[in-house]
């Protein structure tokens, strides 16, 4: 028939696809220990082996189906095919012209080259375990403690039309599982391709009806970057429920292969970025999921935990209602503050914001709160376009805010930028981690002591701290500046935050209900309920059990700069960039050593100072500087702090100041120029880069 006879031309095309990919892995040697027979074969006729395998009854069933559907869709008619009998040359000629790129990801996303390849039991790739699409319910495990693995397989990307745009750049996904966060590899911007990575999440503890409803989701988040220290472009951050795809791969006895929509970043979430072609299987299954009337339970259990998480969230919401009425009550002019009792993430989920702060363990990445801010400051600032105002017509806020997409934590560590408010939830969680007790504070901060509410770039977002003393300490988190207020003392002159409104961390939310809101004739006695209206303790916990999976705090990765190489690397393109610049004036260049290698504690010491606040090391940078300078020279400098390696933003950075232009284009006699670079690596690969530019020369007439 044509069906059989299509299902005999797709079956050599199969197998010769997969006899090219099988002689590929074995000849660059990414299978362990390969049979021996195979290898034979190969020096042979592989393509022939498997051509064999290929017309096994299982495959040649899903030949057939693959074939049908082909024809359905007309991508292959029976006109096109013919009657080509067991000719292999009239096979190959028949799909001459037919979309054979679009056949073979047919083939691929349907698992028939896989289940080709495998079958032939060439081994397994090097450092993974079989993961074959049929999987069969396990009994319980010999061994005591078996380590349970979430193994996640993209195969493919799709439709990802619009990011064929930008040749010069790569994409790049993130997988996070809980606080294990997974990267793949780079992969050009074009409309589709394969990728084929597998990501493997470890589950602790071992899970049970209960730990299974409280598991969180996988999210994963792509992103299109020019070079690895590039600030990358967020395009998708996608949520994934595996716990009802795993009961349905258990319950089938195979791993289901299926494309996801990858959802755009809010406001554009309902524009899909893309697809990607995933599937989800779970190594060592429970034993209380071995049963059919088992596996229909914990069903009913997931489905149930989703309406009871729910019906909290509509309980808090109707909470919030009441307790907004009441607020709003105490004084008209509350409608103007900035009381924001919710927030969108990127995904458009309105969430409260007490459920957008978590703590994140540092780790030994980070080893004191002052190096959080500093490593939170160096992260880019991008401000996102204001999608509407308030929170909910009936909760709400008076004043529109520029802020309504709160990124989740590893999303911003993926992007390596966000919004002020992102940086401030990243440091409240950091914070929460080394012991204190932060708070997250929306108000104002501006130069003037008078604040305009007809202006909303005028608000701000800032960590604040209690102080032993009584006093509180408010962390800019966008600079890394600390600025104490003490009761009953007029702020100083530098401290730029104007106004409070509201305060809030993971368990705690207070509205300001003083008569004014200035910092400087503020109280931050909170416990008094005079001054500061609270959110009911019981409420915050009960709608942040309910979005356990949403808020699980991310691991910091600890920073894979080599960071002398990499100011060595940035030193010679800085200094090229030097010499190409004075030669197109006709000018010489000469560096001096020894001035530069005395610049570097100068390097040290501004690092102290951003990141510690202290002051150390000026005396003998001042001392070496006397002594290399020759009597009746001058000397002059720029420090300049960056967070990027790349030479050509750092070299515009040098040209912009007029100090750095005037060193570069510095004539005279025994002219000499100096450079030093001091490159401080944090943990997610972010980095502060102090330069020192600076020249000697005698003066001529």
Known sequence: SPSRTLARTLARTVATMAAHAARDLVSEGAYDEPDKSLMDAHRHDLRQLVEDRASKDEIRKQLLECAQQLTEVGMLGHDTVGDVGDDSIAASQAL?????????????????????????????????????????????????????????????????????????????????????????????????????????????????????????????????????????????????????????????????????????????????????????????????????????????????????????????????????????????????????LFASDENGLRRPVCAAVSEIDPGRVLESPREAARFVSLLPVRTTESVSGGIAPSVGMGRVANWEMWLRPHTLLAARSGDIEDHALLLAGLLLGFGLRPFVCLGTKLGARVVDYDHPEDAYVWVMTFMSEGGVMFWDPCTGAQHIVEPGVQPHEDQPFVTVDCLFNDGEFYANTQPTNDIAELTFDIADETCWKALSADEIRNVRHALVGAVTPPELHCSTVEHIKAAEELEAQLRARLCEHRRHMGLNTTFDARLSRALAPALTAYELQSCHAVVAGNMEFKQAIQNLIPLGHTFSGLPLGVNTLDAGTVFQELRASPVGQAILDTEGDQVFHALRIKVCPYPEDVVAVWVMLATRYLAVA
């Open 96 to 340: 001459k012209d037919a979309d054979r790129a679009r056949i073979l990801q047919l083939l691929r996303d349907r698992g028939i080259v896989d289940s080709v390849v495998q079958s032939l039991g060439i081994g397994r790739p090097k450092g993974e375990q079989d993961e074959s699409t049929i999987v069969h319910p396990r009994p319980p495990i010999a061994r005591s403690n078996p380590q349970q693995q979430l193994i996640v397989k993209i195969s493919s990307a799709s439709a990802m039309i619009e990011q064929e745009e930008y040749p010069d750049e790569y994409l790049q996904f993130y997988i996070v599982f809980g606080s294990q966060r997974k990267q793949s590899k780079r992969y050009p911007c074009t409309a589709s391709f394969l990728v084929n990575e597998t990501f493997r999440f470890e589950l602790q503890p071992i899970l049970d009806t209960p730990t299974l409803l409280e598991q969180p989701s996988i999210s994963i988040v792509c992103m299109r970057k020019k070079s690895r220290f590039d600030t990358p472009t967020l395009l998708s951050s996608t949520p994934i429920d595996w716990r009802p795809i795993i009961i349905t791969n258990i319950s089938d006895q195979h791993v289901s292969v299926k494309p996801y929509q990858l959802q755009g970043i809010s406001p554009n979430n309902q524009l899909p970025v893309g697809l990607l072609t995933i599937s989800i299987q779970l190594q060592y299954p429970p034993a209380h999921l071995s049963t059919a009337s088992e596996l229909s339970t914990a069903a009913a259990e997931i489905a149930a935990h989703r309406d009871r998480c729910l019906t909290a969230e509509r309980a808090f919401v109707q909470y919030t209602q009441r307790w907004w009425e009441q607020y709003v009550g105490i004084r008209p002019a509350h409608r103007h503050r900035l009381v924001k």
